[in-house]
């Protein structure tokens, strides 16, 4: 966008701070002083397989519970009470500008990670087409197409569809979930031996992503990952 638009957009529609929602006094940054300070990406120890943080030991008590079919992942904020509130803000009341400030933080915290997996596609978590028309936009699809800017690694949003609507997945058990969503995704495309990482804005439990990763490796791809802004504790 050139600097003139920018400056015009700024004075109707003022970008605000993701977490406190404050109009930014520097319209440039992404987050405003305050929150940047706080916020904090999630360090060590964390999970060696889904990076959710840990007190002690390598795996977190979920991963120890549920093999994973996914080989590695991570989150780079707690999805707490506040960083719910500003992906609720960012999927469903249009603030799709945190979705810069999101994607720069997968990359700024990430990349070490995403350089380490070194994937050949990113595959944003797809949305239903009725999802997709509700709600205007995919918010994964959105992260993936900024995170390949960043990294300059291919991103290829119709490789994984959505085929079968799933039913909110809050008040269900892990199983539930898994067996919900084991045949809600179809893979549209060539992905042998391909190495891919899935991109989504919120894990949970991971049973999105292993469903993506088990339709993912019976097409024949050798590794998937996963990297997410938030990440829900144990
Ligand atoms: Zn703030
Ligand atoms: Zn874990």
């Given at each position: 966008?050139?600097?003139?638009?920018?400056?015009?957009?700024?004075?109707?529609?003022?970008?605000?701070?993701?977490?406190?929602?404050?109009?930014?006094?520097?319209?440039?940054?992404?987050?405003?002083?305050?929150?940047?300070?706080?916020?904090?990406?999630?360090?060590?120890?964390?999970?060696?397989?889904?990076?959710?943080?840990?007190?002690?030991?390598?795996?977190?008590?979920?991963?120890?519970?549920?093999?994973?079919?996914?080989?590695?992942?991570?989150?780079?904020?707690?999805?707490?009470?506040?960083?719910?509130?500003?992906?609720?803000?960012?999927?469903?009341?249009?603030?799709?500008?945190?979705?810069?400030?999101?994607?720069?933080?997968?990359?700024?915290?990430?990349?070490?990670?995403?350089?380490?997996?070194?994937?050949?596609?990113?595959?944003?978590?797809?949305v239903h087409?009725t999802k997709?028309?509700?709600?205007?936009?995919?918010?994964?699809?959105?992260?993936?197409?900024?995170?390949?800017?960043?990294?300059?690694?291919?991103?290829?949003?119709?490789?994984?569809?959505k085929?079968r609507k799933t039913k909110s997945q809050k008040k269900l058990t892990a199983v539930q979930r898994r067996k919900n969503l084991e045949e809600a995704?179809?893979?549209?495309?060539?992905?042998?031996?391909?190495?891919?990482?899935?991109?989504?804005?919120?894990?949970?439990?991971?049973s999105t992503?292993?469903a993506?990763?088990?339709?993912?490796?019976?097409?024949?791809?050798?590794?998937?990952?996963?990297?997410?802004?938030?990440?829900?504790?144990?």
């Amino acid at each position: 966008m050139n600097s003139l638009l920018r400056n015009i957009l700024n004075v109707f529609y003022p970008r605000c701070c993701p977490v406190c929602q404050k109009i930014l006094k520097d319209q440039n940054r992404l987050i405003c002083p305050e929150c940047e300070k706080k916020l904090k990406p999630i360090g060590q120890p964390r999970c060696y397989l889904c990076g959710k943080p840990v007190e002690k030991g390598e795996y977190c008590a979920d991963c120890l519970r549920h093999p994973h079919i996914f080989d590695q992942g991570r989150g780079i904020f707690v999805y707490d009470d506040r960083m719910r509130k500003s992906v609720l803000r960012y999927k469903y009341s249009g603030c799709r500008e945190y979705g810069e400030f999101y994607a720069r933080a997968m990359y700024l915290y990430g990349s070490r990670d995403v350089r380490d997996w070194n994937p050949d596609l990113i595959v944003p978590v797809p949305v239903h087409r009725t999802k997709l028309r509700m709600r205007g936009f995919n918010q994964a699809a959105f992260l993936a197409e900024k995170l390949g800017d960043y990294t300059g690694i291919p991103v290829r949003q119709e490789l994984v569809l959505k085929i079968r609507k799933t039913k909110s997945q809050k008040k269900l058990t892990a199983v539930q979930r898994r067996k919900n969503l084991e045949e809600a995704f179809l893979v549209n495309g060539e992905v042998n031996g391909k190495r891919i990482l899935v991109v989504d804005d919120v894990y949970t439990t991971g049973s999105t992503v292993d469903a993506m990763a088990s339709c993912l490796k019976k097409k024949g791809a050798s590794a998937v990952y996963f990297l997410t802004v938030c990440i829900g504790r144990i």
